[in-house]
């Protein structure tokens, strides 16, 4: 059974940065999709940026430039780096796996696509 668990979210200022990570574990293998979701309140959940079974990444248009996804296979960590930081990235962050698909392909950032474990969430907080 696949468990997520997200860290590194905080406060800071706009334009400042900050390193989302998802510790995996439960599963061995580690070639399936993955992704960044956020929620901010009122607001319906957004995919932020993916990566799948083959090392492709997708992102959103509001982060493309300012936001990197990578994954550290031996330390089954997603990563999320975010620079840049805007007062309109502020939303809890999710990440999420579907372990029956290498990949969602142009699905990935659609929350509804077919992942099937979530971590709890990790709040970011972007300050004028």
């Known amino acids: 059974h696949l468990q997520l668990a997200e860290s590194g979210g905080g406060s800071v200022q706009a334009g400042g940065s900050l390193r989302l990570s998802c510790v995996a574990s439960g599963y061995s ?15 319906e959940r957004e995919g932020v940026a993916s990566i799948d079974g083959y090392s492709h990444e997708r992102y959103a248009d509001s982060v493309k430039g300012r936001f990197t996804v990578s994954k550290d296979n031996a330390k089954n960590t997603l990563y999320l780096q975010m620079n840049s930081l805007k007062p309109e990235d502020t939303a809890m962050y999710y990440c999420a796996s579907d372990l029956r698909a ?20 990790t709040l970011v907080t972007v300050s004028s």
């Open 102 to 121: 290498r990949s969602l392909g142009y699905l990935a950032l659609e929350p509804t696509a077919g992942y099937n474990y979530w971590g709890q969430g």
């Open 29 to 43: 293998d580690s070639n399936y999709q993955m992704g960044w979701f956020r929620q901010a309140p009122g607001k």
